[in-house]
């Protein structure tokens, strides 16, 4: 077979399937190969004995009218109506006794935040304003504007400017966070992002508050599988073809554009690629052509993975309606390390989605479906009995707040880091591509820089990194770069 296409796109993540629909909406023949049978690589979801279950994403943000990645869907004729769940708590945590509820919306959460810390009201605002104009600027720029200019055009003073090169810490700091229990509670969501504040970027916490702040937190009613096939269906209508189970063996530039050979049996010709997965493995094992010059290749290949994730999938007869949907548990009140699980020792800390608690559709009536989450690092082995034990722990530890659960499972599963990598391929079963350090920005930038002509990086491991919103918007945007016009404003 030799299909000849204007684009293909390596990878049906959502960075890719947002990519394929832009340039399949705007007139180009368009090919989404996926190596895995499912399409959606992390935003997935999985049926067991009439539970449904995300795979791993929790909360998407953007998908409330009127919110870029809900815009970008409508622009490919996708109608999200009927699809999307607005949730007007994004996450609460137990921090020791206390419960936190925190609100998606930015000013209900500084509200809510203030009753509870009154005498740091001053911070949480300085903190607040400080992240929402950050996440806009970095939102609206590009990485080659925003790091390799040296933010050109945007004021010295403007938080993206100052925060540009930070570790949150910093940024923590310099708005005048005091209390230890405020801090842990700005920190909760870090949780996610596979690290503690003195590590992890400034504009990536920016990223995540920011986008949640000012877009909400949304849920797909029924599965995000409901979301991918949505927009599959979109690309097809269009033209497009998209196929799963097709691993992107080689890419070769020849006369002016690139051949593909795809496994099983698979040649296509495209004038142009867009590479909406790991770059480092594509330029190493996949690109046939010239290595890219300068060291960004070489940089990237010993730069740290982000961490990946021990998960637990219950399905439990009974429902929790007490529980929040969405929780994080903090037992110890200094702690902001979230780089290792702790199921286990005596300061237990790890994440809960109870969402059949705001999504009674993926369970069976009077049932629920758990999922427990914890940090562990990209690559770390865990074997099986291993994961017998934390998910025995995990049992142990959720008996406080979802109490007689252990007692009533009836189906259960667990994943660690290699069972994210074998879906898909991120190495180690990197939750968010690289490390969301500092550097990581300027990396995907070097990065991004070097690559082939006619060839563009999107997903998690390129632009403004981690999570769903901001790989599908890296998507869109390489998109736009490959239709030769800017990606318009977020
Ligand atoms: C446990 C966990 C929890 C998370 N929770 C959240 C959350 O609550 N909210 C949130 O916004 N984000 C969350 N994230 C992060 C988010 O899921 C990812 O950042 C995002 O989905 C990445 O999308 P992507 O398209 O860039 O990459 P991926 O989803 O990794 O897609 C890349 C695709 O490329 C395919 N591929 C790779 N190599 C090849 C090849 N050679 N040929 C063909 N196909 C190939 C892969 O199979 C994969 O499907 C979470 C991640 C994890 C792991």
């Avoid at 554009?257 to 790991?278: I, K, M, T, W, Y």
């Amino acid at each position: 077979m030799r299909d000849e296409v204007d684009a293909v796109v390596v990878g049906g993540g959502i960075a890719g399937l947002t990519a394929a629909l832009t340039l399949a909406s705007a007139g180009r023949r368009v090919a989404v190969l996926e190596q895995d049978r499912q399409l959606g690589g992390y935003v997935t979801s999985f049926r067991r004995r009439g539970y449904t279950f995300d795979s791993v994403v929790d909360g998407i943000s953007g998908l409330a009218p009127g919110g870029p990645l809900r815009r970008i869907l409508e622009y490919g004729g996708l109608d999200a109506e009927g699809l999307v769940l607005d949730l007007p708590v994004a996450r609460s945590g137990y921090f020791g006794e206390e419960r936190l509820d925190f609100p998606a919306e930015g000013s209900a959460w500084r509200a809510y935040l203030e009753r509870r810390f009154p005498g740091e009201a001053a911070s949480i605002g300085r903190l607040l304003d400080a992240i929402l104009s950050c996440f806009e600027v970095a939102s609206r720029g590009t990485l080659a504007a925003l790091w390799g200019d040296g933010a050109a055009g945007i004021p010295r003073g403007d938080p993206f400017v100052r925060w540009r090169d930070r570790t949150y810490a910093e940024v923590l700091e310099e708005a005048g966070v005091r209390d230890p229990r405020l801090r842990l509670a700005l920190c909760e969501r870090l949780m996610f992002l596979g690290g503690g504040p003195d590590r992890i970027s400034a504009v990536s916490v920016a990223n995540l508050l920011g986008s949640t702040w000012r877009f909400g937190c949304q849920r797909i009613r029924g599965g995000l599988y409901r979301l991918v096939n949505s927009l599959v269906a979109a690309i097809r209508e269009k033209g497009g073809t998209v196929k799963a189970g097709h691993v992107v063996e080689e890419v070769a530039p020849e006369g002016g554009g690139f051949v593909l050979e795809a496994s099983p049996g698979g040649r296509f010709r495209a004038a142009q690629v867009l590479v909406a997965c790991d770059p480092v493995a594509f330029l190493d094992r996949v690109w046939q052509g010239p290595h890219p010059e300068g060291d960004a290749l070489d940089r990237a290949r010993a730069f740290p993975r982000s961490g990946s994730f021990f998960l637990a999938y219950l399905g439990v007869r009974g429902r929790f309606p007490e529980a929040p949907a969405s929780f994080g548990v903090f037992s110890d009140p200094e702690g902001t390390d979230f780089e290792d699980s702790r199921l286990e020792g005596d300061a237990p800390t790890f994440g809960v989605g109870v969402a059949t608690n705001v999504d009674p559709s993926l369970a069976p009536e009077g049932c629920s479906t758990v999922v427990v989450h914890a940090f562990v690092p990209a690559g770390r082995t865990l074997a099986e009995g291993e994961r017998k034990r934390l998910l025995e722990r995990a049992l142990v530890r959720l008996e406080r707040f979802l109490p007689g659960v252990a007692g009533r499972v009836e189906w259960s599963e667990t994943a660690g880091p290699a069972t994210l990598e074998r879906y898909t391929r991120n190495p180690g079963g990197a939750a968010y591509g690289f490390s969301q350090t500092p550097e990581r920005f300027r990396l995907a930038h070097d990065l991004a820089a070097s690559a082939p002509s006619g060839i563009r990086f999107a997903g998690h491991w390129t632009g403004f990194g981690g999570g769903v919103l901001a790989a599908a918007l890296s998507g869109y945007a390489a998109a736009r770069d490959l239709l030769g016009v800017p990606a318009a404003a977020r």
